[in-house]
């Protein structure tokens, strides 16, 4: 028989839902803009072989879009264990151990993500400061460059996460997950 579920299980599926449901949104965002990217590309491809002429906007609105696509859906890759990682040298070591290098390398990508949301915030305020726009269509750009350092906090928050529900599965003494929050290891009594 499974003992009950603690306060501390019942406080961690509380912010895991949190955390699946800020990805969500922001993978959507992503979805968003992939649907007026290939949108504002087929109007400009139309306009420019039916009227010989293409939207002026339509590189620069692109390249901002294709970078919102590109972060905005990096949290739920995370979430869900779907990430880029270096699987022949993790497939190496026992099951134990591939979970406690799992945690490290969350403490590391924490410290390394810190700066590059430290950058790339500061970079996206001091280019609302200045009301940098874009050379041809002069979009304001700092509300778009506004889309790293959100999607970076994110993804941290979600590492931040993964990595507390590690730290106390491995003091609990509970299996600790190697994957994603989404890795079914100890989670059967949801």
């Known amino acids: 028989m499974k003992a009950a579920p ?5 406080l961690c599926w509380k ?3 949190g955390a699946k449901r800020l990805a969500a949104l922001l993978a959507g965002g992503a979805a968003l803009a992939l649907v007026a990217a290939t949108v504002l590309l087929a109007f400009s491809s139309l306009g420019r072989y039916a009227a010989d002429t293409a939207l002026a906007l339509t590189d620069e609105m692109v390249g901002f879009l294709l970078v919102a696509i590109a972060f905005l859906g990096v949290s739920e890759s995370y979430l869900r264990g779907k990430q880029v ?3 022949f040298i993790r497939n190496l070591l026992p099951a134990r151990l591939r979970a406690a290098f799992a945690l490290l390398g969350d403490a590391l990508a924490l410290l390394v993500l810190t700066i590059v949301l ?4 500061a970079f996206a305020a001091f280019s609302l400061e200045i009301g ?3 050379p041809v269509a002069d979009l304001a750009e700092g509300p778009w460059m506004l889309v790293i350092p959100l999607s970076v906090g994110a993804l941290m928050l ?3 996460l993964k990595l507390a529900m590690g730290l106390r599965s491995l003091v609990l003494g509970k299996p600790l997950a190697a994957e994603g929050i989404d890795d079914p290891a100890g989670q059967e009594d949801r």
């Open 6 to 10: 603690t306060p501390g299980d019942r």
């Open 15 to 17: 912010l895991e839902a």
């Open 85 to 87: 990682r270096l699987l």
């Open 118 to 121: 430290r950058e790339t915030y």
């Open 132 to 134: 940098a726009q874009s």
């Open 158 to 160: 979600a590492i931040a």
